[in-house]
């Protein structure tokens, strides 16, 4: 059974960093995209940025510039490294695995605070 366990949330000031971790389990996931989405209160989820098994990466235009995705494909692990945080960040990121029907995480928790 698929698992895709996040960590890496927390409170962190306007202009500092986070680094969110997802490791997957389950399965063998060479050959499927993965990546990170949010979801805002009051707002749909979106995919803010995605990687390839071959390291292409994909980010809406809200974070390119300020977060980096990467991915370790031997341990099945995909990270997000977020910079220059803003209030507007503030979200319950969810790790992403494209494989067919595509599969969520449970969350973590980011809040963008003075």
């Known amino acids: 059974q698929v698992q895709l366990v996040e960590s890496g949330g927390g409170l962190v000031q306007p202009g500092g960093s986070l680094r969110l971790s997802c490791a997957a389990s389950?399965?063998?996931?060479?050959?499927?995209?993965m990546g990170w989405g949010r979801q805002a209160p009051g707002k749909q989820r979106e995919l803010v940025a995605t990687?390839?098994?071959?390291?292409?990466?994909n980010y809406v235009d809200s974070v390119e510039g300020r977060f980096t995705i990467s991915r370790d494909n031997a341990k099945n692990t995909v990270h997000l490294q977020m910079n220059s945080l803003k209030p507007e960040d503030t979200a319950v990121y969810y790790c992403?695995?494209?494989?067919?029907?595509?599969?969520w995480g449970q969350g973590t928790q980011v809040t963008v605070s003075s």
């Open positions: 992403f695995l494209g494989i067919p029907g595509g599969y």
């Open positions: 990687v390839t098994t071959g390291g292409r990466t």
């Open positions: 389950g399965g063998i996931f060479s050959g499927y995209a």
